[in-house]
């Protein structure tokens, strides 16, 4: 994405949580840092009018609409295949790790670690003592999020193939999403 484009990030189903990266395009070590991204917000959610910070803190992405306005995730994992062999499944579960390696290697590029990801669209409630609970989104089918770069950056996204847990929905079952990039904010022109 270059900075000023916007990204426009369709929950098809109402049930997929989509794991979000972003790379400095003139670095990609420079990642999206979410504890970066909790300090400069003064939140543990992310929700719209936010900014995800880097690992520099500078400013990457700003959320500028969320039809569903809900409290996106920043404090879970992106699912790997240790999280998936805790949980009993076969050495070759999909995971959002994984993908997230695998779409940087179709552009040449590769890094040694995997970046905490934006859980967008995860349900994630927090209790008065700290502890975390997984449940399913409480979006709808259509709901989006509309993204702006704020630098030329890396854009990774991965429809989360959790099956496991209700993370996706009662159904656990995966579900495609929809991704369009627009030179204007696309929510300004369907208002």
Sequence with gaps: MRAGQHVLIENTYGNQVTDLWALAAADVFETSSLDHTRSVNSNIFFANGMTLMSSRRRPMLTMVADSGAVRHDTLLCPCSRELYRELG?????????????????????????????????????????GSVDR??????????????????????LSACPQDVTPINGTARTPRDIAVRLHDTNPAEVTS
């Design 89 to 129: 499944c076969a050495e070759d579960h999909r995971s959002c790790s994984d993908n997230f390696h695998e779409a940087l290697s179709t552009l040449d590029l590769a890094l040694p670690f995997t970046p905490a990801s934006l859980n967008l669209f995860m349900n994630v409630p927090v209790a008065p003592d």
């Design 135 to 156: 449940l399913p989104p409480a979006t709808v089918a259509g709901d989006t999020v509309v993204l702006r770069a704020e630098m030329d950056l890396v854009l990774v």
